[in-house]
């Protein structure tokens, strides 16, 4: 319904401003990463929307990017998770790290986030699979295709932590199959 705000920037009280647009004021709660990038008080600003109607309130959140609003609205389809903790996860967090999380499947890297537990982390890279860290392109070790992700995925099922895969991924050949790829870096990390 109010899909972007711009106006004056009147306060900042993390996770929440205050926006005038032409004369009317606008709470928004906004993540930590579009907070720190703020202009000044009094100065124009312009922020990306959600609007959240709830039984018992109608909220407004704001973002600097068009990435951080759309991993916001990835994160509140998934059951469980509120608007509240969505905005926990994008202050704990940029996008970038969250998809490669994704990608990867580091639910560590979730955890460390205040309010998310293990089996919250677990849901949401099961979740989030394929809709969040594919699309927002996140590379780590190497993981750049469908074979690659899925070669990892074993070799993390297998008991490898995550630099261990890592590693094995890289000396492997950016076009090779699954099943020969998962071969070769068993064969490499049994060295």
Do not use: W
């Amino acid at each position: 319904m109010i899909g972007k705000l711009t106006g004056t920037l009147l306060e900042k009280n993390p996770p929440e401003v205050l926006v005038d647009c032409q004369g009317v004021g606008y709470e928004v709660y906004v993540p930590m990463s579009t907070f720190y990038n703020l202009p000044a008080l009094g100065e124009r600003v312009s922020l990306l929307t959600q609007f959240i109607v709830r039984e018992d309130a109608q909220l407004l959140y704001g973002f600097a990017t068009a990435p951080e609003r759309q991993a916001f609205r990835e994160l509140i389809k998934i059951s469980g998770v509120g608007p509240r903790t969505a905005l926990s996860v994008l202050s704990g967090m940029g996008v970038g790290d969250l998809a490669q999380a994704i990608t990867l499947q580091e639910a560590g890297r979730l955890v460390k986030v205040p309010g998310i537990g293990k089996k919250t982390a677990e849901r949401l890279l099961l979740e989030l699979k394929g809709k969040l860290g594919a699309d927002m392109g996140a590379v780590h070790g190497g993981a750049t295709n469908d074979a690659q992700a899925d070669i990892l995925q074993a070799l993390l099922a297998l008991g490898y932590n995550d630099k261990e895969a890592a590693a094995a991924l890289k000396a492997l050949p950016a076009d090779i199959g699954v099943s020969d790829g998962i071969k070769l870096a068993l064969k490499a990390l049994a060295k």
